[in-house]
């Protein structure tokens, strides 16, 4: 008898506690020292009152956890780098897929907001951050601080870079694997690939529609507007299916039929 294979919801709460344990021990092993891995960790919670107060409950632990929350960024975190064209691991190895690989984009799981990463290389970076589809708002700007340029340190453009940058993270499951993995982008042209493929579901959401979408990683390009005058090539999420919420994934339920009246222009 073929085992049962878990359903999205299961996996993405194992890999959140795989994670969360990951990045601990990490931390304690690297430091020699659990109570300052405890200490930097904290620099990063998250408190929701910066935009909004969280409701109360009946449940004080879950108002704990809507109040605060740890970033865990689930499975294999992944990037697009432009200048190769490639997807790319964190550390910029090339992600071992094929160019067949097909994903689930869990739309119900999207993570946004602000990230500032410390220069030394060995702090964690601080997060005003939260899933977008639990009711996280990103606040203004002009409300983290560092707003003076003069401040601002040189970046590999040779011009000041604000140390805040606009993050929108989602997470792909290979198809036929259990395998996770998070697309991060920082980037104004992999944000533009993101917000594409969330604005696609947000039209299906509105027509009624209950799934996710299925997507292969692919590129597309244009031309920089201004000088140098170059071929600027980009993400792109390849839209082949949809996979509805309450089945198991698994390609035999992929619908194409009739699916590419709203696909992804680039």
């Known amino acids: ?9 299961k996996l993405m ?27 930097l960790q904290a620099k990063t919670l998250v408190p929701h009152q910066a935009t909004a107060v969280a409701p109360v409950t009946d449940d004080p632990v879950q108002d704990y956890l809507d109040t605060y929350t740890v970033p865990t960024i689930p499975g294999t975190q992944i990037r697009f780098n432009g200048k190769d064209a490639k997807y790319v691991l964190l550390n910029g190895d090339p992600v071992p897929l094929e160019d067949t690989d097909t994903f689930v984009f869990l739309s119900d799981q ?14 964690l970076p601080t997060r005003i951050q939260g899933l977008l589809t639990d009711g996280f708002r990103l606040p203004p700007r002009n409300t983290l601080g560092d707003t003076d340029e003069s401040q601002w340190e040189i970046g590999l453009s ?27 982008a920082t980037n104004p042209t992999s944000r533009g690939a993101v917000t594409d493929l969330i604005n696609h579901t947000q039209r299906r959401k509105r027509s009624g529609k209950d799934d996710y979408p299925i997507v292969r990683l692919g590129t597309s390009s244009f031309e ?3 000088p140098p005058k170059v071929k600027v090539v980009k993400p792109h999420f390849t839209i ?27």
């Open 1 to 9: 008898m073929t085992a049962k294979r878990p359903t999205p919801d």
């Open 13 to 39: 709460k194992a890999e959140h506690e795989r994670a969360e344990k990951a990045r601990h021990d990490a931390l304690a092993t690297l430091l020699d020292d659990p109570e300052h891995a405890e200490a």
């Open 110 to 123: 999207i993570w946004g907001g602000w990230i500032k990463s410390a220069r030394d290389g060995e702090t």
């Open 158 to 184: 040779a011009k000041a870079e604000d140390p805040w940058k606009h993050q929108i993270i989602i997470l792909l499951q290979k198809i036929g694997a259990d395998e996770l993995y998070s697309f991060i």
């Open 224 to 226: 920089r507007r201004t």
């Open 240 to 266: 082949i299916g949809h996979q509805k919420k309450d089945e198991v994934i698994d390609p035999a339920n992929a619908s194409t039929a009739a699916d590419f009246d709203d696909n992804i222009p680039y």
